[in-house]
């Protein structure tokens, strides 16, 4: 789940920035609202045929965090009970944002993958551009975002401004380090995913190398094309066969999945 999240958040490309007194990175939001739920299957295929592996769900709050507004993010992932003798995954991640500026105050991440454990705090300080962790203080730049803040971020961007090949880069905060990978816009398709068929706006970010993925523009994101911007599928190349994320379940988004052109349960 942890590459799901981190490639979603690659997608940070062409956001339309709004500028704000915390922050010129500040944008305002204009694509979710509080109580909005959202519900990915997750597919692995080892030899072109696609079986359901697990899902990850993501549900938005607004609340109040140290007198400050802002919207409660968590992101619930797990394998399915077959895939559990294989590689059982149970994770959960979690993000405070701004509900004005939508830039992170808090994130935390508890991770069970196959066996190994792995826990991450992180607080953003603003005033001081730096991000404390359960190992130290980092220094960071002032846009930097955390990984799941990230994608209800770039959910507000707008690529009218872009050319099919253009490459924009931007900074994110994951496991005491500072990264700093940029996003290919690739145009706008029509695809039909397993929900059904969708006008989107297509992405292809820079992968860091990881256990599952080798560095590279190997991953591709289909964005709606609509008001709302939520990823309809993510698919990538693994080094032993490949993946596939589709929306199939959504309640409380804040526009009309108008992107859609009709339903279909086969690809």
Known sequence: ???????????????????????????????????????????????????????????????????????????LGKTMPFYDHLYKVRDRYETFIDSATLLSYQFSRSVFEGGTKKYENIKFDREVHTA??????????????????????????????????????????????????????????????????FHTIKIRPLLIKGTMFDAGEKMTVWVSDDGNHIPVRVQASIRIGSVKADLMEFSNLRWPLSSIIRDSQKE
């Open 132 to 197: 404390i962790t359960n190992s130290g203080v980092y220094k960071i730049p002032d846009c930097t975002l955390d990984a799941l803040g990230a994608l209800y971020y770039i959910r507000n961007m707008s690529v009218d401004h872009l050319n099919p090949g253009d490459k924009i880069p931007f900074e994110m905060f994951m496991d005491n380090q500072l990264y700093k990978p940029y996003v290919r816009y690739m145009g706008k398709e029509v695809i039909t995913t397993r929900y059904g068929k």
């Open 1 to 75: 789940m942890k590459k799901i999240l981190i490639a979603a958040s690659f997608i940070l490309s062409a956001f339309e920035h709004h500028n704000h007194p915390a922050s010129d990175c500040g944008i305002i939001n204009h694509c979710f609202t509080d109580g909005e739920t959202v519900l990915y299957k997750i597919y692995y295929s080892l030899a072109g045929v696609y079986l359901e592996a697990g899902q990850v769900n993501f549900t938005c709050k607004k609340e109040i965090l140290e007198r400050k507004s802002v919207f409660h993010i968590t992101a």
